[in-house]
């Protein structure tokens, strides 16, 4: 390695520790919560350890549920039983309350064993399907949380099935958040195209005030501009007031806390991550090639179509990108301009995060949402370089 290799190295290496300490690290650590249980293994070490060895066939043995019971018991004096049961509450509805019941029953009667005792307590504790949930959570690691995410469960044999459909909502809720951001993007090219052109084309006395109007908007939060949209668009906002004004309307239109006010929020929001890279594409376009079509006889549409907008593809693809993959973490816009049915992902994350501290299916939802961002990134690098090699 050369003198410069290393002074290049040396001197971009305190940037590099800055990113993996403040960004690189959290990140990681916050994902691995999607696949590893950190719970019922710190409050009841051994009762994991056990259940790790257990097969999983039908009920416990009695050394098992012996362990278990002694750390039921010293969780719940220790104050560390209200942690684990949460957790267990998300396997199995009821069994915060089923832990609670039993940690206040105890001690149990010596003359049965441990497991008839319990059963005395709750019928529960001779399904498997409570034992399984135990076993499943004891880690140190595991797929409940992604497959929750997938709307996916393990059952008490072992198998992967379908939770039932009243619980199934993240799938749907994926599928919400990709169709939003889609129509998002489709809005922001129509929109976007015609600007850019604009600006590329313009002398540059008149395009870079307009290019400042473009930028106004990175000047200003997206909470401002979200709020200002949620005053202009309710039934007494200027949209309305305009409209009826104007005879096109009869009534005020329902814009706010639906699909259409998000649709319209977000696209303004985003509509300058795409003029900007397209704009930039359509600069580097010598306008000899126009020219040259229209001397060849192509009209100006059939040039423009032809000749103009395959050179801008790149920046069309790019600039679609990078709208889609910012409209699929959105949360503030969605949350104050939508209704109950307009919530993306990224509003779950948040009430998983904040609200209910179930940071292990937090970080599911977020590890599956990153996978589909970086497929997206992926098949994008793979379109373009097959692109410039047609191109050749």
Same mark, same amino acid.
Not at 177 to 187: D, G, K, N
Not at 254 to 275: E, K, S
């Given at each position: ?44 070490? *051994?009762?994991?350890?056990?259940? =790790?060895?257990?097969?999983?066939? &039908? ?6 549920? +012996? ?40 001690? /149990? ?46 059952? *008490? ?24 951001? *889609? ?5 922001? @090219? ?10 590329? $084309? ?7 005030? /307009? ?29 309305? &007031?305009?409209?009826? #004004? ?14 259409? &006010? ?12 795409? @003029? ?15 020219? +040259? ?9 059939? #040039? ?45 994350? +948040? ?8 940071? &292990? ?6 590890? @599956? ?6 497929? /997206?990134? $992926?098949?994008?690098?793979? $379109? +373009?370089?097959? =692109?410039?090699? #047609?191109? =050749?």
């Amino acid at each position: 390695m050369s003198r410069r290799t290393i002074t290049s190295v040396l001197l971009i290496a305190p940037l590099g520790i800055f990113l993996l300490v403040n960004f690189l690290a959290p990140i990681a650590l916050m994902l691995s919560r999607a696949v590893t249980e950190r719970e019922l293994p710190e409050a009841w070490p *051994a009762t994991a350890e056990a259940m =790790r060895h257990w097969d999983g066939n &039908g009920l416990p043995d009695d050394d098992i549920v +012996a362990t278990f019971v002694q750390e039921l018991a010293a969780s719940r004096a220790s104050g560390s039983l209200g942690v684990v049961a949460n957790r267990l509450n998300h396997s199995i509805p009821g069994m915060r309350t089923l832990l609670f019941n039993t940690a206040r029953a105890l001690p /149990l009667p010596r003359e049965q064993s441990p497991l008839q005792a319990l059963a005395a307590v709750d019928e529960r504790w001779t399904q498997q399907e409570t034992w399984a949930a135990i076993r499943q959570a004891a880690g140190p690691f595991t797929s409940f949380y992604l497959l929750a995410a997938l709307d996916r469960r393990v059952s *008490a044999d072992g198998e992967i099935v379908r939770v039932p459909d009243e619980q199934a909502v993240f799938i749907d809720l994926f599928l919400r958040t990709f169709q939003i951001s *889609a129509v998002v993007t489709v809005l922001c @090219v129509l929109l976007g195209y015609p600007v850019a052109y604009l600006l590329a $084309t313009l002398p540059d006395r008149l395009a870079n005030p /307009l290019l400042i109007l473009v930028l106004l908007p990175f000047w200003t939060s997206v909470l401002v501009r979200t709020a200002a949209w949620m005053v202009l668009l309710q039934e007494q906002g200027a949209i309305n &007031g305009a409209l009826l #004004a104007s005879g096109l309307v009869d009534g005020p239109l329902q814009l706010i806390y639906n699909r259409t &006010g998000v649709y319209i929020a977000m696209t303004h929001v985003l509509l300058p991550y795409f @003029v900007l890279p397209l704009r930039g594409v359509m600069k580097s376009i010598p306008p000899a090639t126009m020219r +040259a079509a229209l001397s060849l006889g192509a009209t100006p549409m059939r #040039a423009f179509w032809k000749v103009y907008v395959p050179q801008t593809l790149p920046g069309v693809t790019a600039g679609a990108l990078i709208v889609f993959i910012l409209a699929l973490g959105y949360y503030i816009t969605p949350a104050l301009v939508g209704g109950a049915d307009d919530q993306m992902i990224s509003y779950f994350i +948040a009430f998983y995060t904040s609200q209910s501290l179930n940071w &292990g299916m937090a970080a599911a939802l977020s590890l @599956v949402l990153l996978v589909a961002t970086l497929a /997206l990134v $992926t098949l994008y690098g793979r $379109t +373009a370089g097959l =692109r410039q090699l #047609a191109l =050749r």
